[in-house]
Every structure is written in C-alpha cells, then in structure tokens.
C-alpha cells in the first residue's frame, strides 16, 4: 500500500552519469529493503540493485562498479547513481521497497533512462 515515486530519468549519452531518485510515502520506510529494477523493451524486468535495512547493498553483474544505490531514511529517498552509462542501461527504472513480514511489495511508477552510442 506504499507510494513510490520516481524521479530523474533522462536521454544521456554514454559515458555520461545520472542519478535517479524515488520519493516514499505511506509506509514505514525505515523497515524496508528497497531495490532498484530495470525492464528493457522485450525483455523481462530485472533486479539492478539492493539496499538492505541493514544496510547490506546487493549489485547485479552488470552494474557492479558504475552504479550505486543509497538510502536517505530521514527523507525517506532512495537513489540510484550511474556512471559510465552504456547503452545497454536503457531501460524504465522501477523503484521497489518490501517488507517480509507481513509480506508487502510496493512499486514505482518508473522512469526512462536512456543511454545513446
């Protein structure tokens, strides 16, 4: 029942960073693990990266050393910087949090990010 919102997708060219944003509301963020995915057209949407509660990050394989995610719980943000994009990045970025128990799973909008060679 969250509210996600996600912010800061552009046409870049590659080489070039960005940072998404995604803005919570209406749940108790600080209990959730909050992710970023990515869906490609034609492709199924995949996991690019994890931030635990905890704090434990999780990167996909083809994300690790150019991207990180990072938490603001104070205001309730959760962001996604990108660097050395490829054009393979383009994608809509979907924001993601979940709590476990009970098992809750909100989503974003989604923003474009698209990456020209």
């Known amino acids: 029942q969250g509210h996600l919102v996600e912010s800061g997708g552009a046409l870049v060219q590659a080489g070039e960073s960005l940072t998404l944003s995604c803005a919570a509301s209406?749940?108790?963020?600080?209990?959730?693990?909050v992710s970023w995915f990515r869906q490609a057209p034609g492709k199924e949407r995949e996991l690019v990266a994890t931030?635990?509660?905890?704090?434990?990050?999780i990167y996909d394989d083809s994300v690790k050393g150019r991207f990180t995610i990072s938490r603001d719980n104070d205001k309730r943000t959760v962001f996604l910087q990108m660097n050395n994009l490829k054009p393979e990045d383009t994608a809509v970025y979907y924001c993601?949090?979940?709590?476990?128990?009970?098992?809750?799973?909100?989503w974003g909008q989604g923003t474009q990010v698209t990456v020209s060679s």
């Open positions: 931030k635990l509660r905890g704090g434990d990050t």
């Open positions: 209406g749940f108790t963020f600080e209990n959730y693990h």
């Open positions: 993601n949090a979940v709590q476990l128990f009970p098992r809750v799973d909100s």
